[in-house]
């Protein structure tokens, strides 16, 4: 008798930042609202915490005073995009928080 486990990757991006709370949070909300229209996610904020999810994907975006950390979770379909995925989203979170912010 076999057993199947669905794999699950996990994707975490830490970037620094020198934004005010405001800020950080319109960088944020850029960030989501980019995310709700491309990829059909639904978004929701609780404090500074964004959960966001749609099928196949979940995670969350957690603003700190001098750091964004966004952590997502790719279910067993997404695993092999994982690389680009994550490539993309350092690029975001570093345009978005970054120096030239």
């Known amino acids: 008798m076999s057993e199947r486990h ?3 990757t996990g994707i975490s991006v830490r970037q620094s930042h020198r934004l005010s709370p405001d ?3 319109a960088a944020a909300r ?3 609202d980019r995310m709700v229209a491309e990829y059909d996610m639904t978004a929701e904020w609780d404090g500074n915490t964004l959960h966001f999810k749609r099928s196949g994907v979940s995670g969350t975006l957690v603003l700190h005073e001098k750091e964004a950390q ?3 979770t790719l279910g067993a379909l997404l695993t092999l995009f994982a690389a680009s995925i994550e490539e993309k989203i ?3 979170m570093s345009k978005v928080f970054g120096e030239k912010a």
Do not use: F, P, T, Y
């Open 23 to 25: 800020n950080a949070i």
């Open 30 to 32: 850029k960030i989501a």
């Open 90 to 92: 350092v690029q975001q």
């Open 6 to 8: 669905d794999e699950v």
């Open 70 to 72: 966004l952590d997502l």
